[in-house]
């Protein structure tokens, strides 16, 4: 049994609402459907009624819930009491960020930071974009950085979390050159011939931007998804073996780029097209609130100090 299945079964319990719950725990409804059938698999009985709308629980749901809501709670009161033990990592901040923007922005961006605000201490958990969503709002980092575009938003209340814009992020498809510094694999591609396509894996932040470039794109696209991972730098490096085109982020690929290790997939096209198979994201860091009632560490409230100045200058 895991820990998220009973945070689950609370969010049920509070909200009666299977789409609502889900929503709210950052996961698609099928998977928070199934999680809930997990919990009632390990419990052996049945804890929410189906048949009744709003959700209802069953007598056993009921019991479950009280019990649900003294175990987190003193779970949570062991994790506080353990890391108040941790009084030298006071100084130290704890980000949450996906694998790509482990790899590609964070440290970059930690090396300004260090020129423009000073050195700092800092750990970093690195997560899928779900996983790192969760560690924010369990109050299991300081600030959680991640991508954002409009049409994919992350689900957190802006009554209880703030942000801060860092910068900017370019998704294009790139591909490795042939002898003649052309792309090996050159877009749009024909329906009879599909050109073999390296894909992020579903449910994947990056993945569901490219299918909106996809199906924004002006020319039909035809590709053959060959391979698939979650991780950017995993398409990268399938990339420059030449299995395929990948949509990859510009800071990803810039090194590639310049060793001519790598091209872009619309190279020598018309700029309608190359245009259309791109896509700016935002890079944006997130706290929760001082609100909350729960006192920031020192050094991670100054540096959002330092960026929130940042961000109005």
């Known amino acids: 049994m895991e820990t998220k299945w009973l945070e689950d079964f609370v969010s049920l319990a509070e909200t009666r609402s299977f789409s609502r719950s889900a929503v709210l725990r950052h996961v698609t409804q099928p998977a928070f459907s199934r999680r809930i059938q997990s919990l009632e698999a390990w419990a052996g009985a049945d804890l929410v009624d189906r048949s009744s709308y709003p959700t209802r629980l069953t007598p056993a749901g009921q019991t479950l819930y009280s019990q649900a809501l003294e175990m987190l709670q003193a779970l949570q009161s062991t994790r506080a009491m353990l890391r108040g033990h941790q009084s030298a990592g006071q100084d130290v901040i704890e980000f949450a960020v996906p694998h790509t923007l482990a790899f590609t922005f964070f440290p970059a961006w930690v090396s300004e930071l260090r020129e423009q605000f000073g050195t700092?201490?800092?750990?970093?958990?690195?997560?899928n974009v779900h996983d790192a969503v969760l560690r924010l709002t369990e109050g299991s980092c300081d600030l959680l950085i991640a991508y954002h575009h409009d049409s994919q938003p992350l689900q957190l209340d802006t009554g209880r979390y703030e942000l801060v814009t860092l910068g900017q992020e370019v998704l294009s498809p790139y591909v490795k050159p042939d002898a003649d510094g052309?792309?090996?694999?050159?877009?749009?591609?024909?329906?009879?011939?599909?050109?073999?396509y390296l894909g992020y894996?579903?449910?994947?932040?990056?993945g569901r931007v490219v299918d909106l470039i996809l199906k924004q794109s002006p020319t039909a696209i035809h590709l053959d998804r060959v391979y698939e991972t979650d991780m950017a730098e995993g398409l990268k490096a399938m990339a420059l073996e030449g299995h395929g085109i990948a949509f990859l982020?510009?800071?990803a690929v810039k090194k590639d780029l310049r060793a001519k290790k790598l091209v872009s997939a619309t190279l020598g096209t018309g700029k309608e097209l190359q245009g259309g198979l791109q896509m700016t994201l935002d890079i944006r860091a997130y706290r929760e609130k001082d609100t909350s009632g729960k006192e920031a560490k020192g050094a991670a409230q100054a540096l959002w100090s330092f960026l929130q100045t940042q961000k109005t200058s």
């Open 249 to 251: 982020p510009l800071s």
């Open 182 to 196: 052309q792309p090996l694999f050159h877009l749009p591609g024909r329906a009879s011939q599909p050109l073999p």
């Open 201 to 206: 894996a579903p449910g994947a932040y990056l």
């Open 120 to 127: 700092i201490k800092s750990r970093l958990i690195a997560l």
